[in-house]
C-alpha cells in the first residue's frame, strides 16, 4: 500500500476534528487496540476502549478547547509512520488561543496492511520555561493558522482542525 504523507496528516487532523467535536466514539474507532494517549497534564490512557472511556467522560463534564495544529513532520516507513506537530487550543466561547494550551504532539500510527490507525498521541505543554519569546513566537505562528482557517470557512471550504 502506497502511502504519501498527507494520509498520515489527514489521520491525524481527523483525530483532532473527532476531539473538537466532542466525539469521542469517533475518536476510539482511529485507534488500535493497544493504542496510548498522554494528555497535556499527563493523564495515561491504554487501549482503544480506555480512551474512549476517558475521552467520554471528560466530554460529559467539559466543553472542551478546540485544537488548531501546525504539523512540522511526517516520516512513513513500512508499517509505521511519525508525526511531530505543534498545537494550540481555542477555549470554547473565545475566537483566540489560550497561550497557556500550546503544546507538541507526537503521533504514531500503524499498518496492518490494508488501514492505517493511531498507535501513540502525547501532549507536551510547550511551557518555554524562562523563554517567553519562544511562547510567543509559537503562539503567533499557531494564530496565523487559526486566521487561515477562519478565512476558508468564511469563503465557504472546510477546515481542518
Same mark, same amino acid.
Given at each position: 500500500m502506497a502511502v504519501r504523507e498527507a494520509d498520515i496528516e489527514t489521520? /491525524?487532523?481527523?483525530?483532532?476534528e473527532r476531539w473538537n467535536t466532542q466525539d469521542a466514539a469517533g475518536m476510539a474507532?482511529?485507534?488500535?487496540? #493497544?493504542? /496510548?494517549?498522554?494528555?497535556?497534564d499527563g493523564s495515561e490512557l491504554d487501549g482503544r476502549e480506555g480512551i474512549e472511556l476517558t475521552i467520554r467522560e471528560i466530554f460529559a463534564h467539559h466543553k472542551t478547547p478546540a485544537y488548531v495544529a501546525?504539523?512540522?513532520?511526517?516520516?512513513?516507513?513500512?508499517?509505521?509512520?511519525?508525526?511531530?506537530?505543534v498545537v494550540g487550543m481555542v477555549p470554547a466561547g473565545a475566537n483566540d488561543l489560550n497561550? =497557556?494550551? =500550546?503544546?507538541? #504532539?507526537?503521533?504514531?500510527?500503524?499498518?496492518?496492511?490494508?488501514?492505517?490507525r493511531v498507535q501513540v498521541l502525547h501532549s507536551t505543554p510547550a511551557a518555554f520555561h524562562d523563554r517567553p519569546a519562544a511562547r510567543e513566537r509559537l503562539t503567533e505562528e499557531l494564530r496565523e493558522v487559526l486566521r487561515l482557517q477562519a478565512g476558508q470557512r468564511g469563503s465557504g471550504s472546510r477546515a481542518e482542525g
Open positions: 489521520l /491525524y487532523l481527523l483525530l483532532l474507532a482511529l485507534c488500535a487496540p #493497544q493504542a /496510548y494517549m498522554v494528555g497535556f501546525k504539523v512540522r513532520s511526517v516520516e512513513v516507513f513500512e508499517d509505521t509512520a511519525i508525526l511531530r506537530a497561550p =497557556n494550551l =500550546n503544546a507538541v #504532539q507526537t503521533f504514531v500510527a500503524s499498518s496492518d496492511g490494508t488501514r492505517w
